[in-house]
């Protein structure tokens, strides 16, 4: 096992089950409770604006109970940093919403409300909050996430899962490629490197062999699959798959 690399798994979709009748089944403590004792490395919960999964009463009781460290996705709203302040999870990620969209569709635009970004990211990580940007796999964006003085990129895996699942093979590696050049890039700026976004067994292999990728953060094929074989097996082996 190799400790260098990490899990992080994200319930949303625990509590997306547990929404669909209003009550509190199935938990969203236990969820987390299992995913670690299986051995995952963290645990992550997107809070959005609409609240459709997770609510912040949730981040509040898995911060309470976690002993390992608590990853946090949110916009960068004044709500929202004001709710982390609060909470002070290890992490936070920061990453674009839109209230239409099912789920994540892009990465973070950079450019945009630089400023804004700049002072906010600053102002989380004074308390001691480590921050990531989730972002399309680009220099153009690891070159301005220096400039924001982040300390973690989370690369959006989203184009590559899909082309994989389509068995498009030399598109896939044209994306491959394109992350494995812009991790090399970010690592050699000192970045710690994350991916995210679609991610099942294959592209999670695939992936795993771009060695400056240290974190997995996977949410819908882990809960999904656990349907079928249980949230520990999935997790077991997501980490035989990242680990060895
Ligand atoms: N990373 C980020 C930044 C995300 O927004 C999401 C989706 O919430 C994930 C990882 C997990 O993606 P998936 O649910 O497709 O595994």
Do not use: W
């Not at 912040?56 to 916009?75: C, G, H, Q, R, T």
């Not at 959006?156 to 090399?184: D, M, P, Q, R, W």
């Amino acid at each position: 096992m190799n400790t260098s690399y990490r899990l992080g798994v994200n319930i949303d979709h625990v509590a997306t089950i547990r929404n669909a009748r209003g009550g509190m089944h199935p938990s969203i403590k236990k969820a987390a409770l299992e995913c670690i004792e299986a051995g995952a490395d963290s645990i992550t919960v997107h809070l959005r604006e609409d609240q459709r999964h997770i609510k912040p009463s949730d981040v509040v009781e898995l911060k309470k109970i976690l002993k390992k460290p608590l990853n946090l996705e949110m916009a960068l709203t004044r709500k929202m940093i004001n709710f982390a302040i609060k909470i002070r999870p290890a992490f936070v990620c920061i990453v674009p919403e839109n209230r239409k969209e099912l789920t994540t569709e892009g990465g973070l635009n950079l450019f945009n409300n630089f400023k804004y970004l700049k002072k906010n990211i600053q102002k989380l990580q004074s308390y001691n909050i480590k921050v990531s940007l989730f972002i399309d796999p680009n220099l153009k964006n690891i070159k301005q996430a220096i400039k924001l003085n982040a300390n973690n990129i989370e690369l959006h895996t989203g184009t590559y899962c899909k082309i994989l699942e389509k068995s498009n093979k030399k598109k896939a590696l044209y994306e491959f490629n394109k992350i494995k050049k812009v991790a090399k890039f970010a690592t050699k700026n000192n970045f710690g490197i994350h991916c995210g976004h679609g991610l099942n067994y294959l592209s999670a292999k695939n992936l795993k062999k771009i060695k400056e990728i240290k974190e997995f953060n996977i949410g819908h094929f882990i809960i999904s699959d656990s349907i079928f074989y249980g949230l520990k097996p999935v997790v077991e082996k997501f980490i035989k798959i990242i680990k060895n």
